[in-house]
């Protein structure tokens, strides 16, 4: 390669221009994406340090132009480079520029970092303490002042101190240089309870735990660095497990990532880490301004943090030794990117891990298929905990109520008289009771029954939802009207909403239960901030009888006493055109079954459905996952779907219709001619596996905010073949010439 294309200042925003440098002849071969190199930069060719991000024979200016970088960085390697080689890996592997992909994982230095308030401590310890006070005079009454509201309150703040207190700064001093105090910064991030809260032993693992920590560090030990499953029902103490690893890390020396779903970034599994590891551990989470996870960042590269815990984009903590990467709950799919590149974070950490010689371990109660499947094909190592790590704390019990038998009794309540009856057996016995719809938090959509017509947005092709007030929403752009008294497309004024909704559902069961308590969770009673923590604190202090909510109540809570599960309607999430919509079902149904009965009362579950006989349903209802998975690979397998086969999505957006078609449709046009080429030249057993195009056709949304959504389906058993197709397209991108943009996203999984 003849030329090297730079990022400069890494951290300061300008990840946005890459500047070209000519590689010396002396130099060939061994400059690549991520090593940092010294170039001369600015007016006066100032030497500076930059790190290369592109490679390439050719250039778009004069080459006379050009400047020749001075020579490699001998200084070492650095986190940095590592981590550019990921975004390099990422753009490659995921599709998407290489600023989109260095964006991901190079945190930008924004705004300052926070005002660290100053505390004052005793230094002395405990027990000279008491003579040191008695060795102070009458004269020395600030002194005397300090250390004894020092005794009493344990810290004090050093503003209240001096101007509440009147100790002056050189008495402050003074004491600081004869070691009786000390004033230290405080870590503006630290957990604010994380003071007054005892510290954690390590639990003695039992056998199953024992085994799988035991053959992790063995492993590790012996320069080995796997993915491993850990396949475990909640309350089989994987997060025990978890912990012993990272303790393992920290007495070796190196730096461990927690990723955990953001939903489940609440107080309880938070303050478990804390508890055990004290300030060693840090948490990201979303609601951080981009100055704030800086500054975690830099504390993180320097060693003052060696465990990171947070969602997704935790795994470009710069940990200079990382040792471990731990994905919790890794069938989640907050794990995917839903922005380009859209990477999945297993995916990431697993290239992450072997960048740096780390190990990755998932744990899950219900695996995704696709990891199940990684374990099958012995990519993965597969762990299983079959029992709950507490004794007392069995698995529920489950009932399943067919609710077109309840139709048929004439019960049009929402609640079958099953359900009904052992909610009213937990009102009557002081026990709490979850209800879950396992859709998102809104009503159904509102149709005319005369006609048919269904309320959709003007600027995106979904229905519209009813909310409380008759106000008809949108849930993609925000557009709102009131709801219409009469069908605007045949006047008929029976029009009614279909499905229901978590505050319908709060409004039937207050009124079929007077004198419940009842609490309700989801997009809209969270939406402030803490909203999630203060009604799951509400309920575990036991101010109500019933929770209502969506997805977001089944994740991680522990509530000794929920001994009641209901699951409203488990089809809703059946009927999603997507392929895993069994998958996600299962997920969702088992999860839920799950919160019951984590205490030591025994809890019971009561799943309504139209499909009793759904094999998800079914065998969530049995916690059978191995059933689950056998019934599911098969149906991939027929169908060609990950994580049988890889497949790729390719997006075409744009303003307008016809160009995002045509766009379509020469990218098909483009893939036709490779595919024949292929024919042309593939070894004759390659030639039954030819990639498979679908499309193009409209996105499931096939237009939001007025942007018109076509896609194209790609194929293939393996994947590096969609990657070569991407590649080629990228490199064509024949929809440039559009009048109107058109934007082109890629997206592969399995
Ligand atoms: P999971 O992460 O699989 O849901 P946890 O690690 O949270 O499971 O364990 C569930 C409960 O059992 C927790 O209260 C935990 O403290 C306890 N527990 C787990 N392992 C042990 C052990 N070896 N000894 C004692 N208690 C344990
Ligand atoms: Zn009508
Ligand atoms: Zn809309």
Redesign the pocket.
């Known amino acids: 390669m003849k030329y090297a294309g730079v990022i400069v200042d890494i951290s300061g925003g300008k990840l946005d221009r890459v500047f070209t440098y000519r590689i010396p002849a002396s130099l060939a071969g061994q400059v690549h994406i991520g090593v940092q190199v010294e170039v001369p930069f600015g007016p006066g060719n100032r030497r500076v340090s930059a790190y290369v991000v592109e490679l390439s024979d050719t250039c778009a200016y004069d080459d006379s132009q050009i400047k020749e970088l001075f020579g490699i960085d001998q200084k070492g390697v650095a986190v940095e480079s590592e981590l550019i080689r990921l975004a390099a890996w990422m753009k490659e592997e995921y599709g998407s520029s290489m600023l989109q992909a260095l964006k991901t994982v190079l945190p930008v230095r924004k705004s300052v970092a926070p005002v660290r308030k100053r505390q004052v401590r005793w230094a002395l310890p405990e027990e000279e303490r008491a003579a040191f006070l008695r060795s102070l005079t009458k004269r020395q009454a600030a002194r005397l002042r300090l250390l004894t509201a020092l005794t009493e309150e344990g810290a004090l703040p050093y503003e209240t101190v001096t101007q509440k207190l009147h100790v002056g700064a050189s008495t402050l001093r003074t004491l600081q240089e004869k070691g009786v105090i000390r004033v230290e910064e405080e870590n503006p991030y630290r957990n604010p309870i994380a003071d007054n809260v005892g510290r954690d032993q390590a639990?003695?693992?039992?056998a199953e735990?024992r085994y799988i920590a035991d053959a992790v560090c063995a492993d590790d030990q012996n320069g080995v660095h796997g993915t491993y499953l850990i396949h475990?029902v909640?309350?089989?103490?994987?997060?025990?497990v978890y912990m012993a690893l990272i303790a393992h890390m920290l007495a070796t020396g190196r730096q461990t990532i927690v990723l955990i779903p953001e939903i489940a970034l609440t107080y309880q599994t938070v303050m478990r880490f804390y508890r055990r590891f004290g300030d060693q551990v840090s948490i990201l989470n979303s609601r951080m301004s981009a100055g704030e996870r800086y500054d975690q960042f830099v504390r993180a590269k320097k060693g003052e943090i060696r465990v990171m815990v947070g969602p997704r984009s935790a795994l470009f903590t710069p940990f200079t030794h990382l040792g471990l990467i731990i994905v919790d709950e890794e069938h989640e799919t907050s794990y995917k990117s839903e922005t380009s590149p859209r990477y999945h974070a297993i995916g990431v950490a697993r290239r992450r891990a072997a960048l740096a010689r780390a190990s990755v371990v998932l744990g899950s109660a219900t695996p995704s298929v696709e990891s199940y499947y990684r374990c099958q094909t012995g990519e993965y190592r597969l762990f299983t905990?079959k029992h709950r790590?507490?004794r007392e704390a069995a698995l529920p019990t489950v009932e399943i109520v067919d609710l077109r038998k309840e139709l048929e009794a004439g019960n049009k309540s929402i609640l079958s008289r099953c359900l009904a009856e052992r909610i009213d057996e937990r009102l009557a016995r002081g026990e709490q009771s979850i209800l879950f719809l396992n859709r998102r938090g809104f009503s159904g959509f509102i149709s005319c029954r005369s006609c048919g017509k269904a309320m959709k947005c003007p600027h995106c092709d979904v229905s519209l939802t009813l909310h409380r007030g008759g106000r008809l929403i949108c849930h993609y752009c925000g557009y709102e009207e009131a709801a219409p008294q009469a069908c605007p497309s045949c006047g008929s004024r029976y029009i009614a909403g279909f499905g229901i909704g978590t505050q319908k559902v709060e409004a039937l069961v207050a009124r079929q239960f007077p004198g419940a308590r009842i609490l309700r969770m989801d997009a809209d009673t969270t939406a402030a901030k803490g909203g999630h923590e203060a009604i799951l604190s509400a309920f575990a202090d036991e101010r109500a009888d019933i929770l209502i909510g969506t997805q977001m109540i089944v994740k991680g809570h522990d509530f000794p006493k929920v001994t009641l599960v209901g699951v409203l309607a488990a089809d809703l999430s059946l009927h999603g055109s997507y392929y895993e919509a069994s998958e996600r079902t299962f997920q969702l149904l088992t999860q839920a079954a799950g919160r019951a009965g984590r205490g030591r009362l025994p809890g019971q579950v009561v799943i309504q459905t139209y499909s009793p006989e759904h094999y998800s349903i079914r065998l969530a209802a049995d916690q059978d996952y191995e059933g689950f998975y056998e019934e599911e690979l098969p149906y991939r397998q027929m169908l060609h779907y990950p994580p049988v086969y890889a497949m790729m999505t390719i997006l075409f957006a744009s303003r307008d219709e016809t160009a995002a078609e045509r766009a379509a449709r020469t990218a098909e046009a483009l893939v036709d001619r490779y595919i024949g080429r292929w024919k042309e030249t593939a070894a004759v057993l390659d030639r039954a596996r030819e990639p498979e195009l679908i499309g193009p056709c409209d996105a499931p949304v096939s237009k939001i905010s007025d942007i018109y959504r076509k896609t194209l389906y790609i194929k293939h058993v393996d994947r590096r073949v969609l990657v070569t197709i991407k590649n080629g397209l990228e490199s064509l991108s024949p929809w440039k010439s559009e009048r109107t943009e058109v934007a082109v996203q890629y997206d592969i999984s399995g």
């Open positions: 639990a003695i693992l039992n735990q475990g909640t309350g089989s103490g994987k997060t025990e905990l790590a507490v």
